[in-house]
């Protein structure tokens, strides 16, 4: 047999009788690899995995049921395995939410919504009142939690607390935080640059696996994140630490820079945003050591 009738015969097995036909399983297979290589990325990011691993264990232990002759086990793995899919849509439920809002804040949608010069300065404005007013409140141990709206609108949030729509500055993000004031306690909402709300309630993590160390206020911030793809900015209170969390994951003792490069990151997405930004901080650098 020749390389030319391996060829053909692949061929004619999958139906493939003009070039047409090749470039269409081509890119039929390449979405499929896509959909297949995200689908594996959003499981490894989240709780998910373990009960993917589960599922996984009970298709496994079913084949063998079925092999060794356990015909009452097999049934009733099957049976399980049947409920399971039913289970998934409830059990995934954020993680099938956030795969969607990811799916629907990209591509196109994030060529409409690109910034202007003038947002991307009021966005530069915003992050260093965020980083200036975490930083003197992170001195003085006063507890703090600040949600950054992106895509995702979370107007139920920002109804839940008192209506502001003032301009975002650090001197009121620090009025707003003090201690025994009406204000204090509870989320800051920020859309759009601009302080939305104070004293929100948030949802609370129902990760059970969390460090005791963290209290209400990363549980907060973990909470919201898991429903939507806002940034939580959280100073603690006992510690004086900041961190954010983003996408239900936390990360900690964060100094001035690192929170200001990480608001970077996730608020301006391009090379020219960051390049603006690095650009107006060193001008200010320059500006302060005259």
């Known amino acids: 047999m020749t390389i030319g009738d391996v060829f053909s015969y692949i061929t004619n097995f999958l139906g493939l009788n003009s070039?047409?036909?090749?470039?269409?399983?081509?890119?039929?297979?390449?979405?499929?690899?896509?959909?297949?290589?995200?689908?594996?990325?959003?499981?490894?990011?989240?709780?998910?995995?373990?009960?993917v691993k589960g599922l996984l264990f009970i298709l496994i232990f079913s084949k063998f049921s079925e092999v060794l002759g356990l015909k009452t086990i097999a049934y009733l793995l099957k049976g399980t395995i049947q409920l399971f899919g039913f289970g998934l849509i409830v059990i995934f439920q954020p993680e099938l939410r956030r795969a969607l809002e990811k799916l629907g804040s990209?591509?196109?949608?994030?060529?409409?919504?690109?910034k202007t010069d003038e947002d991307r300065v009021k966005t530069i404005s915003a992050i260093e009142?965020?980083?200036?007013?975490?930083?003197a409140l992170s001195q003085d141990y006063i507890g703090a939690l600040i949600i950054?709206?992106?895509?995702?609108?979370?107007?139920?949030?920002?109804?839940?607390?008192?209506q502001m729509d003032a301009m975002l500055s650090s001197e009121l993000l620090l009025n707003i935080f003090t201690p025994k004031t009406p204000l204090h306690d509870g989320a800051v909402i920020i859309r759009n640059n601009t302080i939305k709300a104070a004293a929100c309630y948030l949802p609370l993590t129902q990760n059970a696996g969390l460090s005791r160390e963290l209290g209400t206020r990363h549980r907060a911030a973990l909470g919201i994140t898991e429903v939507s793809d806002a940034i939580a900015v959280v100073v603690s209170e006992e510690s004086g630490k900041i961190s954010?969390?983003?996408?239900?994951?936390?990360?900690?003792?964060?100094?001035?820079d690192m929170l200001r490069k990480a608001l970077t990151k996730f608020l301006l997405d391009t090379d020219t945003d960051r390049k603006l930004f690095t650009f107006r901080k060193v001008k200010q650098d320059e500006q302060t050591n005259k």
């Open 19 to 51: 070039p047409l036909d090749i470039i269409r399983l081509v890119i039929e297979i390449s979405l499929i690899s896509y959909v297949v290589y995200k689908g594996i990325q959003l499981v490894r990011e989240t709780r998910a995995l373990q009960l």
């Open 106 to 114: 990209s591509g196109f949608q994030d060529i409409m919504l690109r």
């Open 129 to 135: 009142s965020v980083v200036k007013a975490c930083t």
């Open 148 to 162: 950054i709206e992106r895509a995702t609108k979370i107007g139920d949030i920002v109804n839940t607390g008192t």
């Open 244 to 256: 954010y969390a983003h996408s239900g994951g936390l990360t900690r003792n964060l100094t001035p």
